[in-house]
Nanobody, 128 residues
Framework: QARLVESGGGLVQAGGSLRLSCAAS????????MGWFRQAPGKEREFVAS????????YYADSVKDRFTISRDNVKDTVYLQMNSLKPEDTAVYLC?????????????????????WGQGTQVTVSS
């Protein structure tokens, strides 16, 4: 089992920046990728960004490309999401997720079904 704990959310004005952190503990050696998803009230959970744990390859939703950057620190077992040029439509609960090395399903990293472990989420609110 792996445990994920997010931090760094808060209230920011449009155009501002925030950095989210997701610290993994437990069986972190068994993880192949980590990602960020978000869910706004009344909306479905949507993919934001993901990163392969070893190779470091990154993937982004079109809505955040060129504004958000995902990175990881393999020593600290932590993933970060640097969010710049924030917009009111970025307001949501941001959730960290991790995929196991043993995952053999057909869902790619853009799908929440590819992830076995989830954090509790951190609220990001962007005011206009």
């Amino acid at each position: 089992q792996a445990r994920l704990v997010e931090s760094g959310g808060g209230l920011v004005q449009a155009g501002g920046s925030l950095r989210l952190s997701c610290a993994a503990s437990g069986r972190t050696f068994s993880l192949s990728a980590m990602g960020w998803f978000r869910q706004a009230p009344g909306k479905e959970r949507e993919f934001v960004a993901s990163i392969q744990w070893t190779a470091g390859s990154t993937y982004y939703a079109d809505s955040v490309k060129d504004r958000f950057t995902i990175s990881r620190d393999n020593v600290k077992d932590t993933v970060y999401l640097q969010m710049n040029s924030l917009k009111p439509e970025d307001t949501a609960v941001y959730l960290c997720a991790a995929r196991s090395l043993g995952y053999s399903g057909s869902y790619n990293l853009y799908s929440d079904k590819a992830y076995a472990y989830w954090g509790q989420g951190t609220q990001v609110t962007v005011s206009s």
